[in-house]
């Protein structure tokens, strides 16, 4: 995910896995181990609050399940500003 210059100050940039470790605290392999994983993860509770936070603060807003599954999307942006 990238986002430019006429983000948020408050919006932390997550590129990769190890960018969101880094911002998660969670371990690299364990983010990766996640990714991979085709019938749910083996992440704790905390792990998985740790890296779902990461993604907030990086602008990923999490929907809930309201007829259509739940998923997720970028937070929408003040007007005026754009993404790359």
Known sequence: MKLNQTEPPNIKRI???????RESSVGVNTIRRA??????????????????????A???????ENGGGPGVRLRKLPQGRQRK
């Open 15 to 21: 590129g990769d896995t190890i960018d969101l470790a």
């Open 58 to 64: 990086a602008g990923v807003e999490f929907i809930d």
């Open 35 to 56: 990714e991979v994983a085709e019938n749910g993860t083996s992440l704790t509770a905390a792990n998985e609050l740790a890296i779902r936070r990461a993604l907030e």
